[in-house]
């Protein structure tokens, strides 16, 4: 697993460019549902961030969703820097991964 999140942060590290505006997210008591997940603009992302997240969410990786989140959040300034916006859709997408892969 080490070298598969490895492999995520380098693609997270070296393409996060920012993510767009989304409907309400569900509360906490409603599990999210795949329309309506946080709408992240994953053409501003390499196509592997979305595949990765999506799949630690398939095999309930706690602690890789965990690592995508911070790695997202330790980005939020230079992509703001670069395109003018952060990274919240992407981790507001990223924690509803977790919600639904039962983390918390």
Request: hydrophobic residues 40%; glycine residues 6%; charged residues 25%.
């Amino acid at each position: 697993m080490t070298k598969f999140v490895s492999a995520f942060s380098i693609a997270v590290l070296t393409l996060f460019t920012g993510c767009s505006s989304a409907p309400t997210a569900p509360t906490a008591t409603e599990s999210p549902t795949a329309q309506s997940r946080a709408q992240v603009e994953w053409g501003d992302y390499a196509h592997s961030v979305k595949v990765d997240v999506d799949e630690l969410t398939d095999i309930r990786d706690c602690g890789g969703l965990q690592a995508a989140f911070d790695i997202a959040y330790k980005n939020d300034e230079t992509t703001r820097t670069r395109v003018g916006h952060g990274n919240a859709k992407l981790m507001e997408y990223i924690d509803e991964a977790m919600k639904i892969a039962d983390c918390y």
